[in-house]
């Protein structure tokens, strides 16, 4: 059982770019997100989604875009890459209820020159 | 809105100490709290929770109470290893919303 899982786990680009960070998930979940950890600010929620064909924004949208086509994947796009999204960047997922304790990926560690 | 201080690290503890991390929450509602764990490299994953007043929870010697009456959740292990070396996450969760509140973490570094 593979869990939660990021591609890639190292990413490095030039300020503009664009790139898209992946998730899935195979423990049918219905809810996914994305958190970004940086130094001395824990864990920040990005985006989320109940469920496929549902997202919705978090503490810090701005800079990125989610779609939820399948229960599976929960696709995190940055549009014009910037230097201030330099982080690593994490997917967790959950089955419904807020209660229920969140499933983590490993991670993706993006550098943004 | 809902909110989680958590003590500020680092700690740095030798093997067999006590070890405390001090983790209080503002909320508006009953919520649920959690300690969460991320080993070097890796994602976070859930360590303990609680979901009530009074409520203990526990894992691999880990033990927190949820107080009510301080808005509190520490927690506690009564005797650390090396392999507890990690960065250790306080959250909320509180019914009626979709996010998970997490404090800023605590590094715990435990030394032979």
């Known amino acids: 059982n593979a869990g939660v899982t990021q591609t890639p786990k190292f990413q490095v680009l030039k300020t503009g770019q664009s790139m898209t960070l992946q998730c899935a998930q195979d423990m049918n979940h219905e809810y996914m997100s994305w958190y970004r950890q940086d130094p001395g600010m824990g864990l920040r929620l990005i985006h989320y989604s109940v469920g496929a064909g549902i997202t919705d924004q978090g503490e810090v949208p701005n800079g990125y875009n989610v779609s939820r086509s399948t229960t599976e994947d929960f696709p995190l796009r940055l549009l014009s890459a910037a230097p201030s999204q330099t982080s690593v960047y994490f997917c967790a997922s959950r089955t419904t209820g807020i209660r229920t304790p969140l499933h983590f990926g490993n991670g993706t560690r993006l550098t943004v020159t | 809105g809902d909110s989680v201080t958590q003590m500020e690290g680092p700690v740095t503890l030798s093997e067999e100490a006590f070890l405390t991390i001090n983790c209080t929450y503002t909320?508006?509602?009953?919520?649920?709290l959690f300690w969460y764990v991320q080993y070097p490299g890796e994602g976070l994953q859930l360590l303990l929770k609680a979901t009530k007043a009074d409520d203990k929870g526990s894992n691999k010697g880990f033990e927190a109470t949820y107080r009510k009456e301080t808005t509190s959740f520490h927690l506690e292990k009564g005797s650390v290893q090396v392999s507890d070396s990690a960065v250790y996450f306080c959250a909320l969760a509180e019914g009626g919303s979709e996010k998970l509140v997490f404090g800023k973490g605590t590094k715990l570094t435990v030394n032979p």
């Open positions: 909320a508006t509602g009953y919520p649920s």
